[in-house]
């Protein structure tokens, strides 16, 4: 398989659960991103990790909290959310430092109810 | 710095009408230009990339742009619209901080195609 791959496509949780967003690249980038995307409003930078090391934190809420175990996989787990939450998340990757642009990730529709 | 201006939210053309999405810079170094097209409950796709060479790049179903530096601009255009282009276009400008390639993305336009 190639590409930037997400799971799940839709998830609908309650403000009390706990759950993680998955994201994999089989590209051989060496960054990955997470961004937020939410009806009405541009799209919102979360977190970067370049070589596995987290780069960048947009004063995203601790309930919130990333995990890139390898270059290959990104984590975004989740807990206690809030309903403003509901969003699209997409995960992007790139080759560090070479400006080629992101490639991207079909995004986790989540609902939080 | 660097930061993306797209001017209008909402464009809606005519089926085989040109299409014009409007795109501005700013950018403290020569930048690397992207436009990219999301549809419905999709990630985005790249449509096209200026990254240095000739000015005018063409891209993915029929789509062009044209970097100018006099104008700060990389407007999309693709001379005859078809519903299929119906979608989300996003301009989007590179730079590096912090170790990181990272892209700058305007706040999108929706496309809208009439048949």
């Known amino acids: 398989e190639t590409g930037v791959t997400q799971t799940p496509r839709h998830l609908v949780m309650g403000m009390t659960n706990k759950k993680s967003l998955k994201c994999e690249q089989h590209?051989?980038?060496?960054?990955m991103y997470w961004y937020k995307q939410s009806a009405k409003k541009p799209l919102e930078l979360m977190f970067v990790?370049?070589?596995?090391?987290?780069?960048e934190n947009n004063s995203v809420p601790s309930r919130f909290s990333p995990e890139c175990p390898n270059s290959s996989h990104l984590f975004l787990h989740l807990h206690t959310l809030q309903p403003e939450d509901s969003a699209l998340y997409l995960c992007?990757?790139?080759?560090?430092?070479?400006?080629?642009?992101?490639?991207f990730g079909s995004g986790t529709r989540l609902t939080v109810v | 710095a660097q930061s993306v201006t797209q001017l209008g939210s909402h464009v809606s053309v005519s089926e085989g009408a040109l299409v014009l999405l409007r795109c501005n810079y700013s950018?403290?170094?020569?930048?690397?230009l992207f436009w990219y097209v999301q549809y419905p409950n999709q990630g985005l796709q790249l449509l096209l990339k200026?990254?240095?060479?000739?000015?005018l790049v063409k891209g993915i179903n029929g789509f062009e742009a044209e970097f100018k530096k006099s104008e700060t601009s990389f407007h999309l255009t693709k001379p005859s619209a078809h519903m299929s282009d119906a979608a989300e276009y996003f301009c989007?400008?590179?730079?590096?901080?912090?170790?990181?390639?990272?892209?700058?993305f305007g706040t999108g336009t929706r496309l809208t195609v009439i048949p």
């Open positions: 992007a990757s790139s080759q560090d430092r070479e400006n080629y642009g992101y490639t």
């Open positions: 590209l051989g980038h060496n960054a």
């Open positions: 990790y370049s070589l596995e090391e987290r780069v």
């Open positions: 950018s403290s170094v020569p930048p690397y």
């Open positions: 200026y990254t240095t060479g000739a000015t």
């Open positions: 989007a400008v590179s730079g590096v901080s912090t170790g990181a390639n990272n892209l700058f």
